[in-house]
């Protein structure tokens, strides 16, 4: 409340209405002198400063209504404003206390005014507030405030922190990327090492399109997968591309709408190639070791009987010619060394299959590149099987086919095929064997006419161990085709095979004219 020399005068003369308005204003009404001596004081200031009568402070300087510590400073304020009397607050942008007789400090808010009095005197007018209330307030505002400021700061620090930490999960997650979309599938967040592997940057693909930036070949399966996510259903799948393999995980980000309506999603992309591949290489290595105990299986019962027959027939033999101790025995006694000698060698050859089969797994085959005529070999394997089954019907007609091989595997190749069509022919059954060139090396035909291999075993002959389910009564390991092939492999070669159940079977096998080392 601000107050001029024409509008106010506190004189003896000074009007009614004045008078009153001074009495009975709300505010604390103080009139001070040149001298900064009190000279009125309205009911209110009185109680406010807890004077019982106005004669209590007249004549007193204003100092006795401020607290010790500002008095000094006060005077000099007080000379400084008769000198340049100008309406305005006092102590503006500070905090002004009162003293009451009673010593109690208070926060006070005051406005200083000057008039010039009847008498020409020049006089203050001070208008005092007591903001003891509104101080209250303003400190617990002032409170609130700074426990929100306080919060806001800790919220904003914790959120800082929590999007740094997000960051570095989604930024470091391993084989993979994390990814935000909206709708539209288009990136609200990404971030992961998988981008990072592609070249990409998270900050780079926020408000572009996935759909768009998508391989035709995976979209039509991962767009419709991920649009049932938008319907608050849970998603796994996983997708092939540029020949890895990608594991993706989505599930909806329930804001809190209240129609419900999902309007993102978060999706967990991770290359899965790695594990993919150990999983197989687990599966395979499961395989292998059934694979190895029916082998373990097989062995031990083909074996046991393969090894007990001949075994028996050597210990039977032996017996019988002691039973044949004179001269004229001798033809009795060479049956049965023969039958010894039979069985030795059946036993030697399994023996030799066997360690074959042996060297062929540790690596240990070792090759000797010669030249030499195919048909020399053939020749001499026919001549060996004869002595043995002399009355077999054979067809073949020599040639000169060189070639530059290792003679050891080449003859145990075709041993074995030229044994098998002699064992499961009859007599009078014919086994061809004859040679041609093709191509850049020779085809080595073996057929036979014999009880033939049934279909249901042509899938399996090669394996280790097995026979053909019509050989139950002939002499083998199941080990012959299967070191073949092994030897093939060594040779650049080939095999093939038909064959009709009690029409035969033909082996056709192909071998480079030149093996290089």
């Not at 041609?436 to 014999?450: A, I, P, T």
């Amino acid at each position: 409340m601000y107050l001029n020399e024409q509008s106010v005068s506190f004189m003896s003369d000074a009007k009614p209405f004045y008078q009153v308005l001074f009495e009975q204003a709300g505010e604390g009404l103080l009139v001070v002198g040149k001298e900064g001596l009190i000279e009125h004081a309205n009911p209110k200031m009185l109680s406010m400063f807890a004077y019982d009568a106005e004669t209590d402070l007249i004549g007193s300087r204003i100092e006795v209504l401020i607290p010790e510590r500002y008095r000094g400073n006060h005077v000099k304020h007080h000379q400084s404003f008769t000198k340049d009397p100008r309406n305005r607050p006092m102590g503006l942008g500070q905090t002004l206390f009162g003293l009451r007789k009673t010593g109690e400090e208070f926060p006070v808010e005051i406005s200083l005014s000057s008039f010039i009095d009847a008498n020409g005197a020049q006089k203050t007018l001070a208008l005092v507030s007591d903001i003891t209330q509104r101080k209250v307030m303003e400190d617990e505002l002032n409170s609130i405030n700074e426990e929100l400021e306080e919060l806001v700061e800790i919220r904003s620090n914790e959120l800082r922190r929590s999007n740094h930490l997000y960051k570095s999960i989604a930024r470091n997650f391993p084989n993979g990327s994390i990814y935000v979309f909206d709708r539209q599938f288009n990136y609200v967040f990404a971030d992961g090492q998988e981008l990072k592997k592609r070249g990409l940057s998270g900050d780079e693909l926020v408000g572009k399109n996935y759909s768009e930036m998508m391989n035709e070949s995976i979209r039509e399966k991962v767009i419709p997968s991920l649009k049932r996510t938008f319907l608050g259903e849970e998603v796994k799948f996983e997708i092939l591309y540029l020949n890895s393999c990608f594991f993706l995980h989505a599930v909806p980000l329930k804001n809190g709408n209240p129609d419900g309506e999902i309007d993102r999603i978060l999706v967990v992309e991770r290359d899965v190639s790695e594990e993919k591949r150990i999983e197989k290489e687990i599966k395979e290595s499961l395989e292998r070791e059934r694979e190895l105990n029916n082998l373990k299986s097989r062995f031990v019962t083909i074996v046991s009987h393969e090894f007990r027959t001949p075994l028996s027939a050597i210990k039977s033999s032996s017996e019988l010619i002691e039973r044949y101790p004179e001269g004229e025995q001798q033809d009795k006694r060479l049956k049965h060394t023969k039958r010894i000698q039979s069985s030795v060698n059946h036993l030697n050859g399994m023996i030799e299959d066997i360690l074959s089969l042996s060297k062929i797994e540790e690596g240990k085959v070792e090759f000797k590149i010669t030249d030499f005529n195919l048909d020399d070999v053939i020749e001499n394997i026919i001549t060996e099987h004869l002595e043995v089954y002399p009355k077999q019907a054979i067809e073949f007609e020599k040639g000169e086919h060189l070639i530059s091989s290792d003679r050891k595997l080449v003859s145990h190749i075709i041993q074995n095929l030229v044994s098998n069509a002699f064992k499961y022919s009859k007599d009078d059954e014919l086994v061809s064997v004859k040679v041609k060139e093709e191509g850049d090396g020779y085809c080595v035909c073996v057929k036979d006419r014999g009880i033939g291999i049934p279909e249901a075993d042509q899938q399996k002959l090669f394996e280790r161990f097995y026979r053909a389910t019509n050989v139950a009564n002939i002499k083998g390991t199941g080990l012959g085709l299967n070191i073949v092939v092994k030897y093939l492999e060594h040779l650049n070669g080939k095999i093939r095979f038909t064959s009709q159940e009690n029409q035969g079977t033909e082996f056709i096998v192909h071998l480079p004219k030149t093996r290089k080392v």
